[in-house]
Nanobody, 124 residues
Framework: QPHLVESGGGSVQPGGSLRLSCVVSGFPSDYYGIGWFRQAPGKEREGVSYISSNGHSTHYADSVKGRFTISRDNAKNTVYLQMNSLKPEDTATYYC?????????????????WGQGTQVTVSS
């Protein structure tokens, strides 16, 4: 199974931007579709975005459409989540996760490798 490591989290003011990175190792990253999920305290893990193994297909949660952009550089084994116009409700721990077979990109059970998470805090 692949090993995933997230980075790029931090604290920003509302309206600010962050770019999260997910480095995939242990297996060619272009074998996997990659999802980004987030989890706030007391809430369920929520699917934020997904990108297919070849990058040709992407999905976004309604709450982030138009603000977040997912992309991947398979030569660098890295998937990115560019987050713009951040809102306080985006505050959460963000996780990247991998799958080789997806049916419902929003379902955490469709994934089998998870990173350790990176914290994003949006506050004035």
């Amino acid at each position: 199974q692949p090993h995933l490591v997230e980075s790029g989290g931090g604290s920003v003011q509302p309206g600010g931007s962050l770019r999260l990175s997910c480095v995939v190792s242990g297996f060619p990253s272009d074998y996997y579709g990659i999802g980004w999920f987030r989890q706030a305290p007391g809430k369920e893990r929520e699917g934020v975005s997904y990108i297919s193994s070849n990058g040709h297909s992407t999905h976004y949660a309604d709450s982030v459409k138009g603000r977040f952009t997912i992309s991947r550089d398979n030569a660098k084994n890295t998937v990115y989540l560019q987050m713009n116009s951040l809102k306080p409700e985006d505050t959460a721990t963000y996780y990247c996760t991998a799958t080789s077979l997806i049916s419902n990109w929003k379902d955490p059970r469709d994934y089998y490798s998870w990173g350790q998470g990176t914290q994003v805090t949006v506050s004035s």
